[in-house]
């Protein structure tokens, strides 16, 4: 039912004084833009398999198919089916109806269904939902189990592929080996590229709500949790001479070889641009400690 009016309000009030103390009762905030409208995304292992918009024929805004609604196939943009696969992974469901909500911003989950009904989602869109759903189980079997991934690397994925759905689909669009290795280096690219322009921009200008903002901002806020007890300075410094040594051999080496100038010199400036690119981009307190605090760690 939906509360409209002060006098709703006080009969809502009136039905939750007289139930039973052990009655249940769920208020959600209702969403105006999706009034009588809806969209069930099924998500099976991790994996969209189906969607349909629901629309309500009689004007309320109740959109179920089993109240009256009408189903019909829907292709769920990126946005919308990364936000039922997390909601499915957040929750531990491998297979689960997420409801979802047209928002005046985006998208709002209405609710999740750990046991979907499906005759509806079958005749809007034509998919074999219990054939889906054999088919992942089978293909599960003798999976090993998953290794917990860090909250970093959801947001890599994020920023880099749209999300885990997005690098799925490249893989199911990709089946060679070197196609999906090109695939995933141009897009790794391109979010360097948007990073790069990130930096660039002037503050007021950057879209905060856009994907990279928001992957940049998790993996700025996530640097504190990083735990760098761990690291050996001293095998770093070791590491850092091992690729100073082979740098400036590379860089004597076109000289030696008896190459034309112009391209010796830009050998040498590439091979000395590691041990550059090394430090620029250790972790912050691996390189620059006093050296009083490296002594220490010597005699120790």
Known sequence: MKCEDREQFEDLAGLLESAEAKADFILQHYVRASHGRDVRVLVVGGRVVAAMERRSMTGGFKSNVSLGGVGVAYNPPPEMAELAVQAADVLGLDVTGIDILFDEDGYRICEANSAPGFQGLERASGMDVPSAILEWIRSTQD???????PAE????????????????????????????????????????????????????????????????????????????????????????????????????????????????????????????????????????????????????
């Open 143 to 149: 999976a090993p189990a998953e290794t917990p991934v």
């Open 153 to 300: 690397s959801n947001a890599l994925a994020e920023l880099m592929f749209g999300g885990r759905t997005g690098l799925r689909s490249i893989s199911d669009r990709n089946a060679d080996p070197r196609r999906f290795a090109r695939a995933i280096g141009l897009r790794m690219i391109a979010a360097g590229v948007n990073c790069l322009a990130h930096a660039a921009i002037p503050a007021p200008l950057v879209d905060r709500k856009s994907r990279t903002s928001l992957g940049l901002r998790t993996l700025f806020e996530g640097r504190v949790r990083t735990d760098l007890s761990a690291l050996d300075d001293l095998e770093q410094e070791r590491t850092l001479l091992v690729v100073l040594g082979v740098a400036i051999w590379a860089a004597v080496l076109p000289w030696l070889a008896g190459a034309e100038a112009a391209l010796s010199g830009l050998l040498s400036v590439i091979a000395l641009s590691f041990p550059m690119l090394f430090l620029f981009t250790a972790p912050a307190g691996r390189f620059g400690k006093p050296a009083s605090q490296l002594r220490r760690k010597m005699r120790r």
